[in-house]
């Protein structure tokens, strides 16, 4: 009889540690799994939380560009053009307006610049004629299309589950293909015959390049 009692004491304490050897697996393996998870997605928002910041002032900025292309052509046979081109710029911003609340990213707090600055590039270069406006068009287009196409890749590498970003991953992608129709359109409007046509885009995309770069940070 305390034999078995002995034996049945033996298998207890068998079972008790296995027990705790499994609870400590499951607390080493779940914690983990937790910060990991914890830690994706806090990555996930710094990233939605830049693009839109940047999206959201590139578009403000493209807004003002054409306001002033519109002050100064509005008139003339290019106006018209400017105008369906303007329309689809204030699309995407409101696009971007909706998504900052919804997504708790913050606009950048250089908008007053680009407002100004923007408006200042399109009339100065309206000023130039319609084909230096359509210089700046492609030179911002061009700019802003490889921006979004970065933002595309960078949205697709930072999770393998695509429907996380679905939403973002869309609007990106409906902006890019537009912007890349105001870019064809500014060639085919004879961009490339404006005086100094390589030197003024150069100085425009350089300058659109530091206004992301400023944007996504500040």
């Not at 950048?108 to 100004?116: D, R």
């Not at 802003?144 to 595309?152: A, E, G, S, V």
């Not at 060639?187 to 390589?198: F, G, V």
Request: overall charge neutral.
């Amino acid at each position: 009889m305390s034999l078995k009692i002995c034996q049945s004491c033996q298998v207890s304490r068998k079972l008790l540690k296995q027990q705790h050897k499994l609870s400590e697996y499951v607390a080493a393996t779940t914690l983990p799994r937790r910060y990991y998870t914890n830690l994706k997605d806090e990555r996930l928002k710094q990233i939605r939380d830049r693009m839109i910041r940047v999206d959201h002032a590139g578009e403000y900025g493209a807004n003002r560009i054409y306001a002033g292309q519109m002050a100064v052509l509005g008139q003339t046979k290019s106006g018209p053009l400017i105008q369906h081109m303007w329309d689809q710029e204030k699309e995407h911003l409101r696009i971007f307006e909706t998504l900052m609340p919804k997504y708790r990213a913050r606009p950048t707090v250089l908008l007053p610049i680009w407002n100004v600055a923007g408006f200042a590039l399109g009339a100065g270069t309206a000023l130039l004629g319609e084909r230096a406006a359509m210089a700046c068009t492609v030179a911002v287009e061009s700019a802003i299309t490889d921006h979004y196409n970065n933002q595309i890749r960078e949205l697709m590498a930072s999770s393998p589950d695509l429907s996380e970003n679905k939403e973002l991953l869309d609007y990106i992608q409906k902006c890019r293909d537009e912007e890349q129709e105001h870019h064809d359109t500014g060639i085919e409007h004879e961009a490339e015959k404006a005086p100094a046509y390589n030197a003024l885009t150069n100085f425009i995309k350089g300058g659109c390049k530091a206004a992301i770069w400023l944007s996504e940070r500040i």
